[in-house]
């Protein structure tokens, strides 16, 4: 039976457990996308505190894929430099590390970039903004753009990358009926839509050589009507493992579902964990590439057993490494207490206004300890 904190292999690469920190933008790299000393640390912590692989916050791969402010970047080779600090300084805290690779497609700031946004096609971001369609030059110099970032990842001495096609950016875009109406090759079918996607891993794949592990996110299913379904998602699954990918993350655009009415479908508890649940069983059923699975896992008992039944092979963390970094090595020790996290998302707040993620909540709490005492 798979254990938790047994050491694994994903392409040749040893993790220590088989807990995963899931990409976070933390808003930590400087305005021009630069690896600073805060993020670095903030980083490192994640290592110290016992996760086996760590993922960082989506890098735009050129400037005008840009998503955020004081979003890491990785479509320079000036960036290097900076970025290996990082590197070194998980490596020499026992961790590994992967990069992730990002187009924000018609989600991009154009505020930030100064540079007209681009989609599978004509489409209106939220801001109400429209996009341009992309020719098949674009689509072309987009996945070069990936291979060019995954080279300067490798060269920064990241243990891997991932490929971001989920979340509504850009890769996510071409695989959504709803946003994708092209009637070419990369429009229609799922096998249509997914093609950039294979077009972008192959390049990577060729650029960075066949011993350098290279997995991808993407959705379980999108949640509004007309877009990514979970035959989708299997359908790109099966095109991915043939095509090589090392592993699959399994994530999901929640921004139309209530998350009150998630549930861990089917595993015994009641608590409201493991969104995904249901899509990853039915991914198991007919997938051998690896399963790392994020979405509402908060307690260890059900970490333990998304692994031990054979749900997942890797479990993912986001909001809880933020409100503890070292929540792994607690678990570790023999302290199985929950998470802390509450899943209210006010850490995304201080980041949006350039003061870095951090748990508001944590805080609080130990300002109202400092108050006690006195």
């Known amino acids: 039976m798979p254990e938790l904190f047994e050491s694994t292999k994903i392409k040749g690469l040893e993790i220590k457990n088989r807990f995963i920190r899931s990409a976070t933008w933390t808003g930590m790299a400087s305005a021009s996308g630069y690896c600073t000393e805060k993020l670095t640390q903030f980083i490192t912590r994640l290592a110290q505190g016992g996760v086996g692989l760590i993922i960082t916050g989506h890098a735009f791969v050129r400037r005008d894929g840009q998503a955020a402010p004081w979003q890491l970047a990785i479509d320079s080779d000036d960036l290097i430099d900076d970025l290996r600090k990082m590197t070194d300084a ?65 060269l920064a001495g990241f243990d891997g990358v991932q490929i971001h096609a989920g979340h509504g950016y850009l890769l996510n875009q071409f695989l959504s009926p709803r946003h994708n109406d092209r009637s070419d090759r990369y429009g229609g079918k799922i096998e249509n839509r997914a093609r950039i996607v294979l077009d972008v891993y192959h390049k990577i794949r060729n650029d960075t050589g066949d011993a350098f ?66 899509q990853a069983k039915l991914y198991k059923e ?54 802390a996290c509450i899943s209210d998302n006010l850490c995304i707040k201080p980041a949006l206004q350039g003061r870095g993620l951090h748990c508001v909540a944590e805080k609080h709490k130990e300002i109202n300890l400092v108050s006690k005492r006195h």
């Open 90 to 154: 998980v490596h020499h805290a026992g961790g590994k590390v992967f990069m992730q690779l990002s187009h924000a497609g018609s989600r991009a700031d154009t505020e930030l970039t100064g540079i007209k946004a681009i989609g599978p096609s004509i489409q209106r971001n939220a801001k109400g903004i429209e996009c341009r369609a992309m020719s098949d030059r674009d689509i072309e110099e987009i996945a070069a753009s990936f291979g060019q970032a995954a080279v300067r990842a490798k």
């Open 213 to 278: 592990p290279v997995i991808i996110k993407i959705n379980s299913q999108d949640h509004a009507i007309g877009e990514f379904v979970v035959n989708d998602m299997l359908d790109l699954a099966t095109l991915l493992q043939t095509a090589g990918i090392d592993a699959i993350e399994l994530s999901g655009d929640r921004h139309h579902v209530n998350r009150s009415i998630s549930t861990s479908e089917g595993m015994a508890s009641t608590e409201k964990e493991v969104y995904y649940a249901r």
């Open 286 to 339: 007919k997938m051998i590439t690896p399963l790392i699975l994020v979405g509402g896992i908060r307690s260890f008992h059900i970490a333990k057993q998304i692994v031990n039944d054979g749900v997942a092979d890797y479990v993912s963390l986001c909001r809880p490494l933020i409100r503890e970094p070292a929540l792994i090595n607690r678990w570790k020790s023999g302290n199985v207490q929950k998470s």
